[in-house]
């Protein structure tokens, strides 16, 4: 009986518990490059079906498909820390703080908000998932009011990012889709979940697209970060889709690595 009237003001305080820091963390291309020998990457592509609420700004920031029956979906392209969620960010400290606070991604900067959604779209993100300790109290300050977040500076930050780097990844979205067919039958099978899902593409698929980049220094930065995943995540029944990815992942950076030796001299 009755309808829920969405409060119009919103509190939230981060109490630095560290318990978000666990996980997957989409990153903006320009701090997964930054951060290059911090972070296992990968591109996650998460289907959001056409007439949800987030579908309009995925569409803007990645790309729009047709899966299964001709039904549309937007793609989220996101370079992304590929953590799993029973591990902790590499650079998290033991007593829940951030040991690169003065460096951290934007994703972490903006955190609770998340600009992948439209500004008015906020409040869900406001409710701290199970475990989480922020305070939502009255005592915490007001960061959301009649829709549109108190405090604007690193919500429009990381959404210039994404906006801008929707130049490289739109293209190189439907590139990929073209160019390997069962990436569609994979998002095709997620799309169809209930509970939503992602595929997974190694981030060599996004080298191309990145000419500016010394490819043999990224993977020389990159390749100790994926084998040291690759022993934390060894002989872990559950994590073994993870361990996979990162020898994978591994296997090319090592070739990549081979193919451009250091100048000599
Ligand atoms: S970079 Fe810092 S704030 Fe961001 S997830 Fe890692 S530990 Fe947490
Ligand atoms: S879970 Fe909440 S309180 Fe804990 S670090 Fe993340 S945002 Fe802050």
């Not at 060599?204 to 100790?224: G, N, Y």
Request: proline residues 8%; positive net charge; charged residues 25%.
């Amino acid at each position: 009986m009755g309808s829920s009237v969405e409060p119009m003001e919103r509190r939230f305080r981060c109490t630095e518990c560290g318990k978000c820091c666990f996980g997957l963390l989409p990153l903006t291309l320009d701090d997964a490059l930054k951060h290059t020998g911090r972070f296992p990457l990968v591109v996650v592509w998460t289907p959001v079906r056409q007439g949800t609420r987030p579908f309009g700004q995925a569409a803007r920031l990645g790309t729009t498909v047709s899966l299964g029956k001709r039904k549309k979906f937007a793609v989220r392209v996101a370079p992304t820390a590929y953590i799993p969620p029973s591990l902790p960010c590499p650079a998290l400290y033991a007593d829940g703080l951030c040991s690169i606070h003065a460096e951290k991604p934007s994703r972490c900067r903006t955190m609770p908000f998340f600009p992948y959604r439209e500004e008015s779209d906020q409040a869900q993100m406001l409710t701290p998932r199970s475990g989480w300790e922020c305070d939502t109290s009255a005592l915490a300050p007001v960061v959301y009011r009649d829709k549109e977040i108190v405090h604007h500076g690193d919500f429009d930050f990381e959404l210039g990012a994404l906006v801008d780097q929707a130049a490289i990844l739109g293209p190189y979205a439907d590139w990929l889709l073209e160019s390997v067919p069962t990436l569609r039958e994979e998002l095709v099978k997620v799309s169809k979940k209930k509970s939503g899902g992602h595929v997974v593409v190694n981030f060599s698929t996004l080298l191309p697209r990145l000419p500016a980049l010394d490819v043999a220094d990224f993977a020389r930065r990159k390749f100790p970060v994926m084998t040291a995943f690759a022993a934390k995540t060894a002989g872990v029944p559950e994590l073994a889709e993870y361990h996979r990815r990162y020898r994978e992942c591994a296997d090319e950076l090592a070739h990549l690595i081979e193919a451009r030796p250091r100048a000599v001299g």
